[in-house]
């Protein structure tokens, strides 16, 4: 029987890649799901688009303000335990844009969609608080729209953000891929870029499409994270 602890501790330098399973434990919404962000709204390949960015910042500015911010969501043990292992030997690259993983501690993160709490002017580039953003999205001082640093459907990822992700996965030795699908992509595609040697890991409540020599450990996150916690 598989053994992830055994795994971890075995491990030169791990990897995780990560996803909204994460941050559901902390009270935030998936997007996809029946009580996921976009439930009821519009479509989300629009909602969070660079398209409704430039066409109607005034709705798009309502659609994040009202729907992406959790002031009072914390880390929660998966977020805990990633920073103590990733501190020691590792990294972090998550699609979450929700900041958790910073306020836990992770001195190795990629964050490859961007984080909310990263707003600036798009006339200027200066940079306001989350609480100023959610009060009102245009800058006084020279009428710019102020926007959150993530990535929006229709634009490109930073090439220093991907090669980092790229360099995280080739550089471990276990992967560990963590509340996510796996299809959204690029991000799914950085799977591509592990060593032929490295070990391969999904842990998920369902089945997922991965490489034939992955191992996948099914359960709940909180549950298999907090014996690893335990064990601490």
Same mark, same amino acid.
């Given at each position: 029987?598989?053994?992830? *602890?055994?795994?971890?501790?075995?491990? *030169?330098?791990?990897?995780?890649?990560?996803?909204?399973?994460?941050?559901?434990?902390?009270?935030?919404?998936?997007? /996809?799901?029946?009580?996921?962000?976009?439930?009821?709204?519009?479509?989300?390949? &629009?909602?969070?688009?660079?398209?409704?960015? @430039?066409?109607?910042?005034?709705?798009?500015? =309502?659609?994040?303000?009202?729907?992406?911010? &959790?002031?009072?969501? *914390?880390?929660?043990?998966?977020? /805990?335990?990633?920073? =103590?292992?990733?501190?020691?030997?590792?990294?972090?690259?998550?699609?979450?844009?929700?900041?958790?993983?910073?306020?836990?501690?992770?001195?190795?993160?990629?964050?490859?969609?961007?984080?909310?709490?990263?707003?600036?002017?798009?006339?200027?580039?200066?940079?306001?608080?989350?609480? $100023? &953003?959610?009060?009102?999205? =245009?800058?006084?001082?020279?009428?710019?729209?102020? =926007?959150?640093?993530?990535?929006?459907?229709?634009?490109?990822?930073?090439?220093?953000?991907?090669?980092?992700?790229?360099?995280? @996965?080739?550089?471990?030795?276990?992967?560990? @891929?963590?509340?996510?699908?796996? $299809?959204?992509?690029?991000?799914?595609?950085?799977? $591509? &870029?592990?060593?032929?040697?490295? $070990?391969?890991?999904?842990?998920? /409540?369902?089945?997922?499409?991965?490489?034939? /020599?992955?191992?996948?450990?099914?359960?709940?996150?909180?549950?298999?994270?907090? *014996?690893?916690?335990?064990?601490?």
């Amino acid at each position: 029987m598989f053994d992830l *602890k055994h795994a971890i501790d075995q491990a *030169k330098f791990v990897t995780f890649l990560t996803g909204a399973g994460v941050s559901t434990l902390s009270g935030i919404p998936d997007y /996809r799901s029946k009580t996921g962000l976009y439930a009821g709204q519009m479509q989300p390949e &629009y909602a969070l688009s660079h398209e409704h960015l @430039v066409t109607d910042h005034e709705g798009f500015h =309502r659609f994040v303000a009202d729907h992406m911010y &959790y002031p009072d969501a *914390k880390p929660n043990v998966v977020h /805990r335990v990633m920073a =103590r292992i990733t501190n020691q030997k590792g990294a972090v690259v998550t699609q979450n844009v929700d900041g958790l993983d910073r306020l836990a501690g992770k001195e190795h993160l990629v964050e490859f969609h961007g984080n909310l709490g990263n707003i600036y002017c798009q006339t200027c580039g200066h940079i306001t608080s989350v609480a $100023q &953003y959610l009060q009102s999205d =245009r800058h006084e001082e020279d009428g710019g729209i102020y =926007r959150p640093g993530i990535v929006l459907y229709g634009e490109p990822i930073a090439e220093p953000v991907v090669e980092a992700a790229i360099d995280a @996965v080739s550089r471990a030795d276990l992967v560990i @891929v963590a509340g996510t699908s796996f $299809q959204v992509y690029p991000f799914a595609g950085l799977i $591509q &870029y592990a060593d032929p040697s490295a $070990q391969l890991v999904a842990i998920n /409540r369902e089945q997922i499409t991965l490489p034939a /020599r992955a191992e996948l450990v099914l359960g709940e996150l909180d549950e298999i994270f907090g *014996k690893l916690d335990a064990y601490a």
